[in-house]
C-alpha cells in the first residue's frame, strides 16, 4: 500500500480558554486515511470534529502528536488542500466568477488562465450563467456551489470539509451531497484522486456519502470506531438511503453513536443546571 | 408653494379613483404607487413648511423686535450679507476664495488624517505586536480634546494654511484609525481561513482580505470625520488667519455683525451638505457588492 494521505498519530491540541483554563478539543487521535478514500467523521455537536480538520489543514498546530499529509509532516498550510467551511466564506466584495478565480490567483496563475479554469468550474457546478452576481445576489444553496468551485479550482489532493451543507434545506443538501459526489468522482478518474474527510452530525448524509465512518466520542474527541460502508457506487443519495444494508449500517453506527450523543447531552444538562 | 400644489391635486386626483367606479384590474397597484407619490410629496412639502415657518416667524419676531435682532439677526439681514458678500466680497477677498480656502484646508487635513489613519489602523489591527507597543499611547492622546491643539499648531505654522490643515489632521485621525483597527481586527476568521487556504500569503490576506473588509467601517468614519475636518479647518481660521470662512466669522463678531455671523454658518451648512453627497455617491459606487437594504437610514 502506498503511503497514506493523510495520517494523524495521537493527535492532541489544547485551547486556552477566554477564561484562562485549559481546554483539550482532541485526544489521542489516531486516523488514517488513504489515497483517493472518502471519510466521514461523526460525533456529537462541540466534540472537536472541526478541531480535528483544522489540525490536516495546517491552520492550526497540534499541542502533541503528528499530522502527516503524503507521509510529510504537516508544517503550516499545503498547497495540495482544499477546504470548505460550514458558514460562507466566499468573499461578499468578489463576483462570482472573481471569487473562484481567487485561489489561483492567490497561487500565481496568470488572469487568463485562472478565468478559464474558473469558467469551467463554474460550469460544472451549474452556475455559468451567474459569473457577474455578487454573493449577497445569490441562494444558500448556490453560495454553496461558488464555495465548491472555488475549493475545487485548486485541484486539491485533499478535500476537508466541515459541515459544509449543514445550513442549507434539507432538499438542497441532497442536490449538493450528489453533486460532491460527482465532482469527487471526476477528480477520481485522474491517477492522483482527492482524499475526503467530512466533518458532519448528520448520520444518513455520512453513510450516504462515505467509504468509511469514523465515530468521535464525546469531547475531548478520540476516535471511538470505525465503520465500513460497503454500499456500491456510484451512488445517489436519495436512492441509496432505501437500500436495506443502509438501514442495518445505520442502526449498526447509530448504536455507538447515540451513546456518545447521550453523554455529551447530559453533562450540558448539568451544566445548564 | 408649487409643491403644495402639486400634492394637493394628486391627492384630489386619488380621492376621485376612490369615489368612482369600483377599479378594474392593475388600477389597483396605479393606486398604491400614486398614495406612495402622495406621501412622498406631502413629506417634502412638511419639509419646506417647517423651514418656511421657522425663517417667518424669526423674521416677524425681529421686526417686531420681540427677538433681538442686533443678537440675534434676522433672515433678512442674513441674506442680504450672502448676498452682499456673492455680489461685492467681503473684507477679506472675494466669498469664493475663502470657500476655496476653507475647503482647500479641510480637504488636505481630511486626506492626510484619512490616509494615516487608514494605514496605522489597519497595521496596528493586523500586527498584534505593534498594537501592544503602542495602544496605551494612542488612547492617552484620543483623550486630549484635541482642539485644544489648534493655538499649538498656529504658534507652530503660522497664520497660514498648514496650521488649519493640521488641526483638521488631528481631528481626523483618531475616528479613522479606531474605525480601520476595529474593521480589522473584526474581519470574518472564516474569510481569512479561507483566503489562506486557498493559497493567500500574508500580504494578500491584508490587501485583498482584511482590507475590503474594514472598508464598511472605514467608510462610515468618512463621513463623520470630513465633518471634524471642517471643523478643524474653521476653528484654525477662527483663532487666527489671513483667509477662510472662520475668519469671516472671527470678523463679523469682532464687529459684533451677527447676520455675518449666521451667514458664514449658513455657508458653511451648504458646503458641508454638498461634499456630503459627494461622499455618499462614492460610497453607492464602492459598496455595489452589498445587499441594497442594508445601512441606508433614509
Not at chain 2, 105 to 120: K, M, Q, T
Amino acid at each position: 500500500m502506498s503511503t497514506p494521505a493523510i495520517e494523524l498519530t495521537g493527535a492532541t491540541k489544547r485551547f486556552r480558554t477566554p477564561s484562562g483554563a485549559l481546554h483539550t478539543a482532541v485526544r489521542d487521535l489516531d486516523l488514517t486515511v488513504a489515497q483517493g478514500e472518502f471519510v466521514a467523521v461523526v460525533g456529537p455537536t462541540g466534540c472537536g470534529k472541526s478541531t480535528t480538520l483544522t489540525l490536516v489543514s495546517g491552520l492550526e498546530e497540534p499541542t502533541e502528536g503528528e499530522v502527516r499529509v503524503y507521509g510529510e509532516p504537516v508544517r503550516g498550510i499545503d498547497p495540495q488542500v482544499g477546504f470548505v467551511f460550514q458558514q460562507d466564506a466566499v468573499f461578499p466584495w468578489r463576483t462570482v466568477l472573481s471569487n473562484v478565480m481567487a485561489g489561483p490567483r492567490f497561487r500565481g496563475v496568470p488572469a487568463a488562465e485562472a478565468k478559464e479554469r474558473a469558467r469551467d468550474w463554474l460550469g460544472r457546478v451549474g452556475l455559468a450563467a451567474f459569473e457577474d452576481r455578487y454573493p449577497h445576489q445569490l441562494s444558500g444553496g448556490m453560495r454553496k456551489r461558488v464555495a465548491l468551485a472555488q475549493t475545487f479550482v485548486n485541484d486539491p489532493a485533499i478535500l476537508l470539509m466541515d459541515e459544509p451543507f449543514s445550513a442549507l434545506d434539507v432538499q438542497t443538501r441532497a442536490l449538493m451531497s450528489d453533486q460532491l459526489l460527482e465532482l469527487w468522482a471526476g477528480t477520481s478518474s485522474s491517477e492522483n484522486a482527492a482524499s475526503v474527510v467530512f466533518v458532519t452530525h448528520d448520520l444518513d448524509e455520512a453513510i450516504a456519502l462515505a467509504d468509511r465512518v469514523v465515530v468521535m466520542t464525546a469531547g475531548p474527541a478520540t476516535v471511538k470506531e470505525i465503520f465500513t460502508v460497503d454500499l456500491p457506487r456510484p451512488r445517489t443519495v436519495e436512492a441509496v438511503r432505501l437500500e436495506p444494508r443502509f438501514v442495518e449500517l445505520y442502526r449498526e453506527i447509530w448504536a455507538s453513536l447515540g451513546e456518545e450523543v447521550r453523554i455529551t447531552r447530559e453533562r450540558g444538562a448539568g451544566r445548564a443546571a | 408653494m408649487p409643491l403644495e400644489t402639486a400634492s394637493e391635486t394628486a391627492a384630489s386626483e386619488t380621492a376621485a379613483t376612490a369615489a368612482g367606479k369600483p377599479p378594474a384590474a392593475g388600477t389597483r397597484t396605479e393606486a398604491r404607487e400614486r398614495a406612495a407619490r402622495n406621501r412622498k410629496l406631502t413629506v417634502y412639502a412638511a419639509r419646506v413648511g417647517v423651514l418656511v415657518a421657522f425663517l417667518g416667524l424669526w423674521e416677524v419676531g425681529a421686526r417686531t423686535e420681540v427677538v433681538d435682532p442686533f443678537n440675534f439677526s434676522q433672515p433678512s439681514r442674513i441674506w442680504d450679507q450672502i448676498w452682499q458678500w456673492v455680489t461685492h466680497g467681503t473684507a477679506q477677498g472675494s466669498l469664493g476664495e475663502q470657500i476655496g480656502y476653507t475647503l482647500y484646508e479641510a480637504l488636505s487635513g481630511w486626506v492626510i488624517g484619512v490616509v494615516c489613519g487608514v494605514l496605522l489602523g489597519i497595521a496596528l489591527g493586523r500586527i498584534r505586536f505593534l498594537a501592544e507597543v503602542f495602544g496605551p499611547y494612542i488612547k492617552v492622546l484620543n483623550a486630549i480634546p484635541r482642539i485644544v491643539l489648534a493655538p499649538i499648531f498656529l504658534i507652530w505654522f503660522g497664520l497660514g494654511p498648514a496650521s488649519k490643515v493640521a488641526s483638521a489632521v488631528v481631528l481626523v485621525f483618531f475616528p479613522v484609525f479606531f474605525n480601520a483597527f476595529q474593521g480589522a481586527r473584526e474581519v470574518d476568521r472564516n474569510l481569512v481561513a479561507n483566503a489562506r487556504i486557498l493559497g493567500a500569503d500574508n500580504r494578500r490576506v491584508t490587501l485583498q482580505v482584511v482590507i475590503p473588509a474594514a472598508t464598511t467601517w472605514i467608510f462610515t468614519s468618512l463621513h463623520v470625520s470630513f465633518g471634524f475636518a471642517l471643523i478643524g479647518a474653521i476653528v484654525g481660521e477662527y483663532i487666527g488667519a489671513t483667509k477662510g470662512l472662520g475668519l469671516l466669522v472671527a470678523a463679523a463678531q469682532g464687529t459684533f455683525n451677527a447676520a455675518g455671523v449666521y451667514a458664514a454658518m449658513t455657508i458653511l451648512a451648504v458646503v458641508a451638505l454638498v461634499t456630503e453627497g459627494l461622499l455618499t455617491l462614492a460610497e453607492k459606487k464602492l459598496f455595489r457588492w452589498k445587499p441594497a437594504d442594508a445601512g441606508d437610514g433614509r
